[in-house]
């Protein structure tokens, strides 16, 4: 459990949000700009309607004191919970998940939308969403999550 | 882009399924043995029915010239794609996604339903399922998709 792991960026996140923001993600279109020896791993993506997109934070800093267990966003009105039961981005490996539209897929430059990613953000993995993998049809989320998320979009 | 990034395990999978396999995982109960230092990081998860769960696949290896493009699973029957189009365990940046039920949650111990992950994985972090983010109503995918997962669960 001492050992640790090397990641190494695939490509960029190129898009118009180019300092941290926390709402209106929802009409943001953003490419993903691959490093050109990994242009042909995209074959057949734009097959598929949804990708999960995997980023480097490079701006998130995680401080064990302040954001281990935390109020979501700072606000009193939510409760106190663990980093892994919450999505902001000050985690202990600064790695982030979006589930994004597929636009377009051409070369080494994916097309998407509501990608939470500012200009610059290092891609380390790109997926496609398989409805039997990733598709929860029941889900239980307690209410602040709702509240979290209702300017989100 | 040159750059390079260390990720370090916050845990590790305890699972009855000791090596590889790709199938039949569906009723698998598997536990995450968190590090101590992280357990309080797991306050409020069980207020949540599913997680997703990034490993790192520590048995994977990815060759460039094999794993680039290449046909799921291995079989003629299915098309060409790139490692950015399917879910294969070979991939350039080795990071295991799992979208598991939460069974119960004590101290450092998250117990799991459907990892697909084998004893031993370390697991490098843990994010609550939130439906806004990550259930996607109306998802296109290519038929082959349905094949391979028809035995996966």
Redesign the interface.
Known sequence: ?D??????????VRSPVLSRVDENWGKIEAEIHL?ST?A??????S??????I?T?LHQASFDYNRD??RRPRGQAKW?????????AKN???P?G???VDILSCNENILKVRQLDAIDGT?V?????????????E?????AW??EV?AD??
Chains 1, 2 share one sequence.
Do not use: C
């Open positions: 459990m050992n640790t792991f090397v990641i190494r960026p695939i490509g960029i490093q990994w042909a791993a995209l074959t057949g993506l097959e598929f309607s949804h990708a999960i995997l480097w281990l267990v409760p106190e919970v663990g980093i892994f039961a919450q999505r985690r202990p490996n790695i998940l979006s589930v290092p380390i993995d790109i997926k496609p969403y398989y409805t039997a993998f990733d598709r929860i029941t889900v239980v989320e307690p999550v709702h998320m989100y979009f």
